[in-house]
């Protein structure tokens, strides 16, 4: 395996190992979240409260070195609480720019569909550019500005859906699940000693594997692990497939055959390849697809999922040997 794709598969079971100090019984969740951040794109994270989304994305931020601010979504707040904006100083007579929160290099915009279309667009150009204007200025943000979006699945009362151009941009969409039996009484556990998982990470317990200075060459080592002219053949026809199907009203895009690219490719990283399979397409099909897809109104009457729209369309395209 060459020596790149070895670096990037110590890094990732390094860095896991460190969030299991704090994230119990997530696994599944914590090698989806490194790979959105270690392809350098944002993720979409449902569950209802309680299953440490917060804690989660603070946890990344510390093992990877990176710079961590939080944002909570409200039906009030504005786009410039999310930018930031220009103050008169009346002593220099002159504007100064006071940043908002998106100058960071992860974010948490928690519970994103609770602030209307105008302020959750505020996101729109920091997502795809890294950039923001303020006052016709724009500003550069962290190379390694990543996005992390929470929802609760459940209570939609006073909520404001994702535009679909917004759902579009992120990565990967994550069902934060609780945890098994076994996992919540581990945190039982935890929680009547020494130290709760959020006090082992104020505590320092929780070590960083890398700087934020070499998530970059992370990602370009990525470009080491193989992906097959037959394999990208198969992920362009998986993805326009969804376009044809007579179930789904508006299929995924030419981002989602990117983003199932490299989704794929990280995948096998976290596996300890450098080259990517079948398996590793199918695996990542339903977080990349699931929430660019819609489906038609007279399937959801019928209570056809998502889930399945997409297993029948693997099972259709043609897996190359």
Request: a negative charge; aromatic letters at 4%.
């Amino acid at each position: 395996m060459p020596t790149d794709t070895a670096h990037i598969q110590d890094v990732l079971t390094r860095a896991r190992a460190e969030v299991r100090k704090v994230i119990i019984g997530q696994e599944e969740v914590i090698d989806k979240a490194l790979i959105a951040i270690f392809t350098g794109h944002h993720a979409l994270i449902e569950g209802v409260p309680g299953v440490a989304k917060t804690l989660l994305v603070r946890t990344l931020a510390r093992v990877l070195g990176c710079e961590f601010n939080r944002i909570q979504f409200t039906p009030d707040l504005m786009p410039a609480d999310i930018t930031g904006t220009s103050v008169f100083n009346m002593q220099s007579q002159e504007f100064t720019l006071i940043k908002g929160p998106v100058f960071t290099a992860f974010l948490l915009a928690d519970e994103i569909n609770r602030a209307p279309a105008k302020t959750q667009s505020a996101l729109l150009q920091a997502m795809q550019e890294r950039k923001v204007t303020i006052d016709r200025d724009t500003h550069e943000l962290s190379p390694n500005f990543t996005v992390f979006a929470t929802q609760n699945p459940v209570e939609y009362e006073g909520t404001y859906p994702l535009p679909e151009a917004q759902k579009d941009r992120f990565m990967l969409k994550v069902s934060m699940n609780t945890p098994d039996r076994a996992s919540e009484l581990e945190l039982a556990h935890r929680m009547l000693g020494s130290r709760s998982p959020e006090e082992a990470l104020a505590a320092g317990e929780v070590q960083a594997v890398i700087t934020a200075a070499d998530l970059a060459q992370m990602r370009r080592a990525l470009e080491a692990v193989t992906v097959r002219d037959e394999l990208t053949a198969y992920v362009v026809d998986v993805v326009r497939a969804t376009r044809e199907t007579d179930t789904v009203l508006v299929g995924a895009g030419p981002r989602a055959t990117q983003a199932l690219l490299l989704a794929s490719r990280a995948n096998a990283a976290l596996a300890g390849r450098d080259f990517v399979t079948p398996d590793d397409v199918k695996s990542m099909t339903e977080p990349v697809l699931g929430h660019r897809l819609v489906l038609r109104p007279e399937y959801e009457i019928e209570g056809v999922t998502i889930a399945e729209v997409i297993a029948k369309i693997l099972e259709q395209v043609a897996v190359p040997r």
